[in-house]
T-cell receptor, first 111, second 115 residues
Framework: SQQGEEDPQALSIQEGENATMNCSYKTSINNLQWYRQNSGRGLVHLILIRSNEREKHSGRLRVTLDTSKKSSSLLITASRAADTASYFCAKNSGGYQKVTFGIGTKLQVIP | DAGVIQSPRHEVTEMGQEVTLRCKPISGHNSLFWYRQTMMRGLELLIYFNNNVPIDDSGMPEDRFSAKMPNASFSTLKIQPSEPRDSAVYFC?????????????FGSGTQLSVL
């Protein structure tokens, strides 16, 4: 991928469990973003964390950023079947907002 | 707002033909991005514009690919001549493009099949 490697590439969990996805990157960033993609659709923005932030919450989503390890994680708590989708981290670098994506994590939540 | 609008949704063409993909960004957005998505390579950034000016086209795979943004409300991605390995979903996205800490809004994509 151009930037950002998600781990795992696929994840299958039961409804109600928590899902954790990780992302690593190689160079410095302005911010890191997480997106969701349902099958056959465009990507939808979930959350943005700036390089000077360490943790951010949005509803059932929790994102952490460790710039020393060049890694981020997305936690979805109390997962639902509707959370089934692919999740991508995106690194924002460069002077004019160059946003590059990883391969993504395919999440399946089993009802 | 209708969001980012891409056309066509699906394009089937024969090898060697010219393909033009179109994108209308969200009104007021200053940055526009073209991505290509395949199973093997994921989402690749091809090119992005700020204020209609191409900023980084290092992701454009070959000279067969070209992109233009003649005004703030329209962009095209052209492939000439097309090849079967160009088959992919092409996404356009836009953002406010002012602070650098803004989210991207994606279109629904164009599914391109080159036979």
């Amino acid at each position: 991928s151009q930037q950002g490697e998600e781990d795992p590439q696929a994840l299958s969990i039961q409804e109600g469990e928590n899902a954790t996805m990780n992302c690593s990157y190689k160079t410095s960033i302005n911010n890191l973003q997480w997106y969701r993609q349902n099958s056959g659709r465009g990507l939808v923005h979930l959350i943005l964390i700036r390089s000077n932030e360490r943790e951010k919450h949005s509803g059932r989503l929790r994102v952490t950023l460790d710039t020393s390890k060049k890694s981020s994680s997305l936690l979805i708590t109390a997962s639902r079947a509707a959370d089934t989708a692919s999740y991508f981290c995106a690194k924002n670098s460069g002077g004019y907002q160059k946003v590059t994506f990883g391969i993504g994590t395919k999440l399946q939540v089993i009802p | 707002d209708a969001g980012v609008i891409q056309s066509p949704r699906h394009e089937v063409t024969e090898m060697g033909q010219e393909v033009t993909l179109r994108c209308k960004p969200i009104s007021g957005h200053n940055s526009l991005f073209w991505y290509r998505q395949t199973m093997m390579r994921g989402l690749e950034l091809l090119i992005y514009f700020n204020n209609n000016v191409p900023i980084d086209d290092s992701g454009m795979p070959e000279d067969r690919f070209s992109a233009k943004m003649p005004n703030a409300s329209f962009s095209t991605l052209k492939i000439q001549p097309s090849e079967p390995r160009d088959s992919a979903v092409y996404f356009c996205a836009s953002s406010l493009g002012r602070s650098g800490n803004e989210k991207l809004f994606f279109g629904s994509g164009t599914q391109l099949s080159v036979l």
